[in-house]
Every structure is written in C-alpha cells, then in structure tokens.
C-alpha cells in the first residue's frame, strides 16, 4: 500500500457533491479558514467537518488552488460589455422595497376580499384548471409537410428553467419522394432577441452543424449530411439585448430514408 | 489596499452610483470571476454564458450577495468572491445539465446495473476499468456479464439521459495529482497515469480494507490524506492550509498516517485468516 495506491482508491472513489450534510460551513467560514483566520478547537471543529465533507472540502481545495495560479486572462471586451449592463436600468433598492410592500398589501387585500364573499355565497368552489403548456402549433410550411424527417417533442433539460421556446423541424419531398426543400428549422421569436444560434447534435452531444441567424427559422444547407435514420437533436440558443441568453427545449427528429 | 477598495465599491453598490461601482468591481475582479468560470467550463460559449450567470446573480437583488460580505471581517474579500462565484457557478452547471439524479428508469434496475450506469456512463471508465472497479461489490462478474450489463442500461436509457450522462462527465475537469509533491510546476493540467492491470488488481484486494482503515483513522489524519490524494493539493499548499511547519512536516506525518493505515489493512487480513 502506497501513495499511488491511494491516488488511484481515491480516483475510483465516486463523491457526490449534491449530498450536503448537516452543519455545513457557509461561505464566509470557508473563506475564512482558507485565509488561515482559525485557531485552536474553532479550527478543529471546522477540519473535523472538512474530513467527512466532500462538498466543502471542494470549495476549500478549489480557493487554496486557483489563488496560487495567477490570473492570466482579462475578460473579453464585449462579455465584459454585456457584463456591465447587467446593472443598468436597476430600480433603486427602496423602490423594490416599497412596491414589493405595496404589491404584497395588495395580494393579501385580495385574499381577505375573495375569502369573505366566498365564505357569504357559500358557493362550490370550482377547480382551478392550471395552465397548459403552449402547444406548438403544426408547421405551416409552402409545400407539403412530410414524415421524411420524423419529428418528435423530447423533454427540456431536468433542472433547467432555460427552456422557454421549442424549434420545430420541417422538411419536404419532392414529386419523385427525396428532399426537394431540406431541412427547415422555426421556431418561435423570443422576444428581445438580437439573434439566434442554431445548433444540431448527434446524441453523443457531437456538434454536426452550427449557424447564427436574426430569422426565425433557418434551411439547413444541403451541404450537412445528415445519416438516414439516425436521431439528431436540434437545439436554439436566443440572445437577448440584455446580456442574457436562453436556450431552446432540445427537439429530437430522425431523418427517413430518402 | 485591495480590502478597503473592496469596501470602496461594495458601500457604493448600496448607493444611486451604483453603476459605476459595478463597473469598477468587474474591472478589478472580472479576471477572478473568469478564472473560476473556467475551473467549471472550457469552452468559449459555455464559458461566456456562465461568465454572464454569475455575473447576473451577483447584480441580482441590488447587489444583495455582494452586499453581505462583511468587509473587516474574518476572511479577505478575493478568498469570499471566489467561493461565491464558485458555487454560482455550480448553481449554473446544474441548471444547464440538471442536477444530479439517479434517472427514474436507472433507479428501478438491478444495483449492478445501476453501478454500470455510473462506472460506464457516468464516470466514463473502460469496461475493463469498470470491471476492476465492479468486482470487490460483485464478485461473481465477468466481462461477458458486464457487457450484458451495459446493454441493459442503454436500452433503459433515451438518447437525451444518454448525451446528459456524458455532458455531466465532460465539465468535471481532471485533478492534478502527484504523489510527490508540485504538479503544477511541469504541466497544468497533469492527469494522474493510468493503472495497470497489476496494480488494479492489487488495489481491488486492498479496496474493502482500505474503506475501513481510512474509517479508522483520525479526523485530522483522513483530512491529510483526503487533501494530498484526492484533491491533490501539493505538501506546500497542505502544510499552508493545515497550518503545519512546512512540506517535510507534511510529508513525514503523511508518512506515519499511511505506514499506519498500512498496519490496520494488515491486521484486518490476518484477523480474516484466523477466523
């Protein structure tokens, strides 16, 4: 048993970051203790957490190694433009505050008010139907729609609140049954969007083919070849004049035998 | 000189000047932001949109995560920012590749095939790393019933949990680790060498008493070990953390922990063989 026996345990050694256990310390502790500002039992108390602790034990770990490598790199101009709108066209603190209160008064008024006549009209209180998902409408295409690229919805990213817009896959046949238009990619506009950054995938999360367009829909040249058969991904990054950008829910779609 | 313009610019990003403020805080710390964004994210796209994230839940609530920083306080405001901006940018991975669940039709499957799922797909292991991994856990498997095992997970899972499966792997980026001492001097992104089929072998026999010893062992000393050998920080950046006299300090304790995890793996073996 040596040092590269313990490197290679620890290698195989799966942690879970997601798992964070009671009593974890908060960031200005880590901060803190990085610093060296920790003595006697408090120090103690906070390495004995760090030994069983993977996740704090990674954010230490992770300040002790990057302050000692020097920053190389300044931010590129215009990220560090859109960066710096960010903060513009913020509301003063104490104007949030005050219709923060205003609107929280206000809900609670509501309430009282729906509760009281509720409660005289005794009335069977209907269920509230919750909002449906848009639905995306069929493709409206110049020529006929046609089942040569199969298109199916696929689920947004677990987790991900990004997905705010789906794209839609059209393609068209001609007379004698191969691809007369391509590939047609649409999507909804995102409103704000300065442009959009259409990308197609393989499942393996390959890129097969990357464009931007100020459209809301883009032909897929003929030029990208795309295997019959096989499933690709279509994905739609929208950039926002803000500084902020969201991306499309990912439509799967099998292109047919042609 | 670097805290009280920190204070500087966190008292005026409570102020109506708050504008300029921020611009002065990206100019001083964007570079800091940067580099944290990068431990988590390579490429230029995804770089940029975490770049903008972070920067996003920093201005978010007027200012409201900078503000709380406590300037005079315990730690210096570069060592809190990049714990801040760290975990924010966990918070982004997260939300780009979802968090990280057991899928539901993983979750449902036998526990061999739930570790092939996150040997192979997962971790992104070889088959014949896997089956090294695999064998102290299930004894029994061949490579033959591994590969079986794969088939199973993949057809369970969609191409979508398929492609998130290898996203999640391919934005943890590697340690660098070296048993001896200073990584980072000859290469700066140094992966630790592969095994071989000997020492993986080997490491199977020692896994289950390795568990245990390092179970045993004290708070302070797993710490020591965890810092040098999982996180691969350096006997220098060890001692700095640790607050021990210096690298040799480190290196002899470390010494003293392993000769001693060495005696309670041999002690567990041979209480085996008595039994």
């Known amino acids: 048993m040596d040092k590269n026996n313990l490197i290679q345990f620890f290698k195989f050694r799966m942690t879970k970051f997601d798992q964070r256990p009671w009593g974890c310390l908060d960031e200005s502790q880590i901060a803190a203790y990085a610093d060296h500002q920790y003595a006697g039992r408090e120090k103690e108390r906070m390495e004995a957490h760090l030994a069983d602790c993977d996740d704090c034990l990674d954010q230490v770990t992770f300040v002790v190694r990057s302050r000692n490598s020097e920053l190389q790199e300044s931010v590129p101009d215009a990220l560090l433009l859109r960066a710096k709108r960010l903060a513009k066209a913020k509301p003063e603190g104490s104007t949030v505050w005050v219709w923060g209160k205003i609107a929280a008064a206000t809900a609670v008024a509501c309430l009282a008010v729906v509760t009281v006549i509720s409660l005289r009209q005794s009335t069977t209180v209907t269920p509230v139907t919750p909002i449906q998902n848009p639905v995306i409408r069929p493709a409206q295409t110049p020529t006929q729609a046609v089942p040569a690229a199969r298109v199916q919805r696929h689920p947004a990213i677990r987790g991900s609140q990004k997905s705010v817009f789906a794209p839609t896959v059209v393609s068209s046949l001609g007379g004698n049954g191969t691809l007369a238009g391509g590939i047609e990619i649409r999507w909804q506009p995102v409103s704000g969007a300065m442009d959009y950054e259409v990308m197609v995938l393989t499942p393996e999360g390959d890129q097969v083919w990357k464009k931007r367009t100020t459209e809301a829909s883009i032909q897929l040249p003929r030029a990208v070849s795309l295997k019959a058969g096989q499933k690709y991904f279509v994905t739609i990054r929208a950039y926002l004049t803000e500084g902020k950008s969201v991306q499309s829910a990912p439509m799967a779609f099998t292109v047919g035998n042609q | ?275």
Not at chain 2, 22 to 38: C, D, H, M, N, R
Not at chain 2, 120 to 129: K, N
Not at chain 2, 145 to 158: D, I, P, Q, Y
Not at chain 2, 181 to 198: I, K, M, Q, T
Request: a neutral charge; glycine letters at 6%.
């Open chain 2, 1 to 275: 000189m670097e805290e009280s313009q920190a204070a500087g610019i966190l008292e005026r990003l409570a102020s109506k000047e708050f504008e300029p403020a921020w611009s002065e805080f990206l100019g001083a710390y964007s570079p800091l932001i940067l580099q944290t964004v990068k431990h988590f994210e390579r490429d230029h796209d995804p770089v940029a949109d975490c770049f903008l994230f972070v920067c996003e839940k920093l201005c978010e609530k007027n200012f409201r995560r900078l503000r709380s920083f406590k300037p005079g306080g315990a730690a210096r405001f570069s060592t809190w920012l990049r714990v801040v901006v760290h975990n924010l940018c966990r918070d982004w991975h997260r939300q780009e590749y979802g968090r990280h669940r057991v899928f539901k039709s993983i979750a449902r499957m036998e526990t061999l095939d739930q570790d092939i799922f996150r040997c192979i797909f997962e971790q992104g292991l070889t088959q014949d790393e896997s089956l090294s991994f695999l064998l102290p856990r299930h004894p029994q498997l061949t490579l033959a019933e591994l590969e079986a095992g794969v088939e199973r997970v993949r057809s369970a899972l969609t191409e979508r949990q398929t492609w998130l499966a290898g996203a999640r792997r391919r934005t943890s980026l590697p340690l660098e680790i070296d048993p001896e001492g200073d990584p980072r001097e000859s290469a700066p992104e140094l992966v630790d060498p592969a095994p071989s089929a000997e020492s993986v072998l080997v490491m199977n026999e020692q896994r289950g008493a390795l568990e245990q010893a390092l179970r045993h062992l004290s708070k302070p000393e797993r710490l020591l070990i965890k810092l040098r050998f999982e996180r691969g920080l350096t006997l220098q950046e060890t001692a700095s953390l640790l607050g021990l006299k210096d690298a040799q300090t480190v290196d002899r304790r470390q010494r003293e922990v392993i000769e001693k995890l060495r005696k309670f793996m041999a002690d567990s073996t041979t209480g085996r063989g008595k039994t």
